[in-house]
């Protein structure tokens, strides 16, 4: 039993080194977050952004794409919502948020 006191009197000696800086165990979670930031939220709030620019911008005539997949011309527009004429006599009413990009004139004959 003599080996283990042997050990612990040597421990104590070695445990008067100095403390850790508690800012250079934050540093990769720091680190971590600042990427995250750069590479996902940052580059989303900018999409959100050109987005809710996009639909505030929105034109009676203009030619569109929707979330669903839907090409058509902007027939009437309100505050909240959309009429988008799909065909001729075929008329949607659709979110204003749920355009999704707003297409050079010409599109919709073109396909």
Known sequence: MDF????????????AAAAPNPIMSFLPLII????????????????????????????????????????????????QFVALEVAPGVVVKLRRDAVSAVLPKGTLKAS
Do not use: C, W
């Open 32 to 79: 971590l977050f600042g990427v995250f930031y750069f590479m996902l939220i940052r580059p989303q709030m900018k999409r959100a952004k050109e987005q809710r620019a996009m639909v505030a911008a929105l034109n009676k005539g203009d030619e569109v794409l929707t979330n669903g997949g839907l090409l058509g011309r902007i027939d009437d527009i309100s505050e």
């Open 4 to 15: 283990f006191i042997a050990s612990a009197h040597a421990q104590a000696a070695g445990g």
